[in-house]
């Protein structure tokens, strides 16, 4: 009702104004240089719940790159194209607890293949599943599974790829540990362009709660009943995003919130919450997607801002799956 409408979208505003302080504790990426153009001051947030009730607040309307929470979404179109079983013989399953670009575990013996598909290496070795023989044809079904989710096609951001290009000597180092180690199915050159592509997609924050909504729903469009995800990759899906989507701060995101969630660099977090049994009635019982953006990040990755935000809406509506 109206009246609902009017009261969770008080508290959103009152929570996104009192957690934009906290981005003071944060700066944004300068690793890829053209990220440090974010205004390290935005922080907005879309929830869009199964039943149709949605809020928005703070800076709705500035794009923002997906970088790694592309992962997620090139791990879903691999498990689409290959299967599932094929995907999980191709990357193994478990966090690491190391940063996001980090080499160790691939030196450490012995390495049967990449620990999970949401670290870069393992992310570019998912991305080396990916039929077709230019980068843009292999991130055509991404590109599709994208407009069939959001309704449009969203736009690669030129700059950012060839900023992401031009500054990707770590991606380079880390493909070719995995070149050595024989884990790419195809070019490595092919390959990390089609990663550095992927990550520089331009979306925006109701995007990211549109796809968290579909995976809260076990990759079903609420709308019509049409099954846009399987079902087990949704669920996989949303396993590796509580287990390994935040980087190495998983683990306390898990505890501290509960929801399965993929953060970016550039300061997006797209969030699934899946419906929960209550006695009492909360916001979003039946489930949401969620997403955040605010690119003044901590010092694991995420955005900082948008992490306590969350922790706060998630202790306030019960949100936690656990
Ligand atoms: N494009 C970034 C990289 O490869 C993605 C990393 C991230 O968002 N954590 O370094």
Redesign the pocket.
Known sequence: TGETQEWLQQYVDDWVAFYRKHINDGSVAT??PELQKADPNDLGIAIIGKNGLSVRSGDTEIPFTL??ISKAITFIVACMDRGVSYMLDTVDVEPTGEA??SIMHLEMKPVKKPLNPFN?AGAITVTSTLPGETSDERLEPVFQLLETMLGYRPELNVDVYES?RDSST??RAIGYYLLEMDFLESDLDITLET??KQ?SIDVSIDDLARIGMILANDGMDPKNGEEIIPRQVARITKVLMLTCGM?DASGKFATYVGIPAK????GGILAAVPPRVREEIMPFTDGCGIGVYGPALGDK?NSIAGIRLLRHIATQWDLSIF
Not at 263 to 266: A, F, K, L, R, Y
């Open positions: 690793y890829i970088q790694s996001f670009n870069n992401e770590r991606n990663y550095f990550c980087y953060s970016g660099v550039s990755g």
